[in-house]
């Protein structure tokens, strides 16, 4: 039988956040993460006696696709990826049947638009895409994509930047960055999102490791650092902190920073405060976009 994987959706939208905000993009979310950063849009994120968690209360009777759940205003917005009570949502395909349904939502079926010449850029995300069985995941599909001629030229992975890469991302990359198609050298990049004790409630030991994102820009030089940050002094003593940390291990990517809030309504609370706080830092700073424009539904 034929190797399958499995993700909670697939979908084409605009880069939400970042460098490429605003760019096409196709998108694949995988499952399971090695994080829960139940911490995020709590009250005090550092106190998990004080949070509230509405994915675990959820009532999932009435509820058979991804696209039918809300979006959670408190704990990680996309914790269906990862939390067990979700798994029977989740799709299970083979290669080849994910990129004939990520091929499926390419407006001309291609990455690259015969009318316009711009690259559509492919994303994996989660979840945590960098968990090993999702670096299988991640190879399996690229090689379909080289396959059928159709490889990206432009990839991003979404990763909490902890988890090292095995022999599959290895080739993933390396696929990606000498295309295959063409003999032209595509570029892959990596969108690294540290969770913050202060923000996300991850304890620092679990999810800062800057010898791991240092293996990343080993492979890849482009990236980005992007924290999610609640405006208190201790999310900012600790990005500073943090990076110092990645710059010392050879990091040496851009930070942007945006704030807490899987909502518009909850990016508005502190969204221009930490705007200002940013550049004033020197950070670069980023919106969630997708938010503004969709809700952050699932699905975009």
Not at 61 to 71: C, M, Q, R, S, Y
Request: aromatic letters at 10%; proline letters at 4%; charged letters at 25%.
């Amino acid at each position: 039988m034929m190797k399958t994987f499995k993700y909670s959706e697939t979908f084409f939208s605009a880069q939400g956040e970042g460098q490429f905000t605003g760019r096409p993009s196709l998108w694949i979310r995988f499952y399971l993460c090695n994080l829960q950063c139940d911490g995020f849009g709590q009250d005090d994120p550092t106190n998990p006696d004080s949070w509230e968690l509405p994915y675990n209360d959820l009532d999932l009777k009435d509820i058979t696709t991804v696209e039918e759940l809300p979006v959670f205003s408190k704990g990680c917005d996309s914790s269906y990826t990862w939390s067990k009570k979700y798994r029977h949502l989740m799709k299970d395909k083979t290669a080849s049947d994910i990129v004939d349904e990520l091929e499926a939502l390419l407006p001309h079926g291609l990455f690259v638009n015969p009318d316009t010449k711009q690259d559509v850029h492919m994303v994996f995300t989660g979840g945590e895409p960098m968990m090993k069985h999702n670096q299988e995941a991640m190879c399996a599909i690229i090689k379909e994509f080289a396959k059928r001629k159709n490889l990206p030229s432009n990839v991003t992975v979404e990763t909490n930047g902890t988890q090292n890469i095995e022999v599959s991302g290895k080739l993933a990359v390396s696929c990606v960055q000498r295309n295959l198609k063409n003999g032209s050298w595509g570029k892959w990049f990596w969108s690294v999102s540290p969770k913050l004790w202060s923000t996300a409630g991850e304890k620092v030991a679990r999810a800062i490791k800057p010898g791991v994102v240092a293996g990343y820009a080993a492979e890849s030089k482009l990236g980005q650092l992007k924290y999610v940050v609640n405006g208190s002094s201790a999310s900012w003593d600790e990005v500073k902190e943090h990076t110092a940390l990645y710059r010392l291990n050879g990091v040496g990517w851009d930070v942007w920073i945006m704030g807490v809030g899987g909502t518009v309504e909850g990016l508005k609370l502190t969204e221009a405060d930490i705007a200002d706080e940013s550049i004033q830092l020197g950070y670069s700073y980023t919106t969630r976009a997708h938010c503004h424009i969709y809700g952050n539904a699932i699905g975009k």
